[in-house]
Structures are given as structure tokens and as C-alpha cells.
């Protein structure tokens, strides 16, 4: 099973920029297909974005679709999320996920987490 830690939330203003990474360990990265995914106060998590184990296909929600970019480096076990033009309803914990058995990129069944990194969009 790969282990997760997630790097880069902190706080931004609406219209700024953040960068997440995800660090993972063990060998068979790429045979993963990794997702990025969040949680706000009082909300259920949501996906946000994956991206498939050779990085050829991505997919991204409805609400970040245009400012978020999802980018692996198989080289180096790591996923990132660019986010551009943040809004204040991005502001929520997010947390980088691995699945080694599904097809193709979903938004469930998950089965490797991080511990979430803090993302507040404020002004």
C-alpha cells in the first residue's frame, strides 16, 4: 500500500494561486491512478480531480474545471494540484488518494489517503 503526504495549503486570497503536492513512497507509483479531493467545514468530501497512472488523461470537477491543473511526476512518486484564481469556496482541507485497481479515473473507491493539507482562501 503507498503512503501519502500531502504539502503547500496555507492561506491565499481570492484570485491568488496555490500549489499542493502529494509525496508518495514504495516502488509501483504508476500503477496508481491518484486523486486529489476535499473536504470543507460541514460538508461531505468531494473529489476534485485525478489523474490516470501514465498522466495521459486527467479529469477534474465542475467547480475547479479551468483553474485547477492536476500533473504527476512518476518519476519522482509525486502528484500536484496548481490552483489558480482561488475562490473563498475552495477553502477546505484536501487530501491526496491512490487507487491501484480501478480502470479509469473515478471519484470513489479510493484506496490509499494522506493526512490533508489546509487550504483557506480569504481576504
Known amino acids: 500500500q503507498v503512503q501519502l503526504v500531502e504539502s503547500g495549503g496555507g492561506l491565499a486570497q481570492p484570485g491568488g494561486s496555490l500549489r499542493l503536492s502529494c509525496a508518495a513512497s514504495?516502488?509501483?507509483?504508476?500503477?496508481?491512478?491518484m486523486g486529489w479531493f476535499r473536504q470543507a467545514p460541514g460538508k461531505e468530501r468531494e473529489f476534485v480531480s485525478g489523474?490516470?497512472?501514465?498522466?495521459?488523461?486527467?479529469r477534474y470537477s465542475d467547480s475547479v474545471q479551468g483553474r485547477f491543473t492536476i500533473s504527476r511526476d512518476n518519476a519522482k512518486n509525486m502528484v500536484y494540484l496548481q490552483m489558480n484564481n482561488l475562490k473563498l469556496e475552495d477553502t477546505a482541507v484536501y487530501y491526496c488518494?491512490?487507487?491501484?485497481?480501478?480502470?479509469?479515473?473515478?471519484?470513489?473507491?479510493?484506496?490509499?489517503w494522506g493526512q490533508g493539507t489546509q487550504v483557506t482562501v480569504s481576504s
Open positions: 488518494a491512490a487507487d491501484r485497481t480501478g480502470a479509469n479515473i473515478r471519484s470513489d473507491g479510493y484506496q490509499s
Open positions: 514504495g516502488r509501483t507509483f504508476s500503477n496508481y491512478i
Open positions: 489523474i490516470h497512472r501514465s498522466g495521459g488523461s486527467t
